[in-house]
């Protein structure tokens, strides 16, 4: 009898274990953000410990969702890489959608996708399985999160403070990314650095 | 008789110039009104139905975690007063980490207008602009202008025969204040509890709830809340969002399950949080 509780007690130290350690995945905010391995559109293997030392903003991608056309088409998001790069961060695009899903391109496809958009990213990696995705808690399209060069998330959350799919709200919009980043750049804190997103789902798998 | 059949059915079922901004829309929105006719001084009661096709959704007014909220923005003449929208109980869909809340098939959103005692002309338009965003596995955002014209006479209204068991069904299926039951909410750990219990004379066996939050960004939709029977009576523990570590007030949509997980009733509950 006592060899059986002892068994049991043992499971449950098990279990305990194991759902801290799946807990310990999730990308917190104010911890160190999960290290991750994918592939870019070239096949080539990338990780986010190759950007040690600096900025990384990480943006989940579906080109076929509006939230995503709201802010690639009107030229929103091309000019925000373009701003955070102009200030020293890299800016990963990640696309979590699943093979036959919404948004899930091959590697040459997505070449054709970049210049069409005109996208200022300096990588676009494919997470078909979703693994990084959910490790992050990437739960919209588009969702940002933005790394501090010591390696902690600073920022995760929406693009900007109007959940809307209509470009004329752009205008008016407070960009919590540019905030995080503006004010991290100065030392301070960011005021914002959870945010709920919005958008489409995550086509996860 | 022709036209006149004709133009009554224009005048009650006022039609959707409807669209989504990409692509054609999957639902069909239509502005339709209980009465037949307006009284001044006497509030009526109009909706909009949105008839889904199979497999497509729209989203309650808090959407979860994905999506936004199907909007209603009414447009009347002076002195007319549109009363809040008053939508279903929401469904669940999805699973985590991306959990929605919203409807399909096909829904009325029915607002009260309260009418002024004096009306000069003989007809009245109402306008309403509806904004959702549509979903099954993709998305599209859509959007319709609709109007109605009802006449205006001193008489109390007729129903509409058309309309009238269609805002009944509605009425009786949206959710209810919780006479009969006493209930409380107080923070517990990462969340919210809710307790509740029949009061008085009040019976009921519950085997399940969910909370809705009318809130976004209060509890996670992706977390699992936890129903028990305790002392207090029965509870609900309803994790935050992350980022949240409090809420003033547990405001939204209780909903109880009875055997084989069957809907029992749809609770309206707005109850301060304890710290």
Known sequence: MRKLFGGLAFVCVLATAWLLALHAQEAELGKAAPDFSLEDMDGKPRSLSEFKDKFVVLEWVNHGCPFVKKHYDSGNMQALQKDMKDKGAVWLSICSSAEGKQGHFSGEEWEKLNQEKGTNADAVLLDPDGAVGKSYGAKTTPHMFVIHPNGTLIYKGAMDDKPSTDRADIKSAQNFVRLAMDQSLAGRNVRYPLTRPYGCSVKYK | ?275
């Not at chain 2, 008053?86 to 009325?108: C, K, M, Q, S």
């Not at chain 2, 602009?129 to 008489?155: F, H, K, N, Q, T």
Request: charge should be positive; aromatic fraction near 8%.
């Open chain 2, 1 to 275: 008789m022709g036209s006149r059949g004709l133009a009554s059915a224009a005048v009650l079922f006022g039609l959707a110039s409807l669209g989504s901004a990409e692509g054609r829309s999957h639902v069909a929105a239509a502005l339709l009104s209980e009465a037949e006719s307006v009284q001044p001084g006497r509030p009526v009661r109009l909706g909009v139905r949105l008839a889904m096709e199979e497999g497509w959704h729209v989203y309650w007014e808090n959407p979860g975690d994905s999506g936004l909220p199907t909007e209603v923005l009414w447009k009347a003449p002076e002195g007319f007063r549109a009363g809040p929208v008053i939508r279903p109980a929401p469904e669940i869909f999805g699973e985590p980490p991306v959990v929605n809340y919203g409807h399909d098939g096909t829904v009325l959103l029915v607002s009260e207008m309260s009418v002024p005692s004096r009306i000069r002309a003989d007809g009245v338009t109402v306008a309403a602009r509806v904004e959702w965003l549509e979903c099954r596995d993709v998305c599209l955002p859509g959007r319709a202008d609709l109007s109605i014209r009802l006449p205006v006479r001193p008489r109390m209204p007729a129903p509409s025969p058309e309309n009238a068991e269609i805002f009944r069904s509605a009425l009786s299926n949206a959710p209810v204040p919780p006479d009969g039951w006493e209930i409380s909410a107080e923070r517990s750990g990462g969340g919210l509890a809710i307790f509740f219990r029949p009061a008085g004379k009040k019976r009921a066996r519950v085997r399940g709830a969910y909370f809705f939050s009318r809130a976004p960004g209060s509890t996670d939709p992706s977390a699992r809340q936890r129903f028990s029977l305790g002392g207090k009576g029965y509870a609900l523990a309803c994790p935050f969002f992350e980022g949240t570590g409090h809420v003033g007030r547990a405001d939204g949509v209780l909903v109880l399950y009875g055997a084989g997980g069957r809907r029992e009733a749809s609770l309206s509950i707005d109850v301060p949080v304890s710290p």
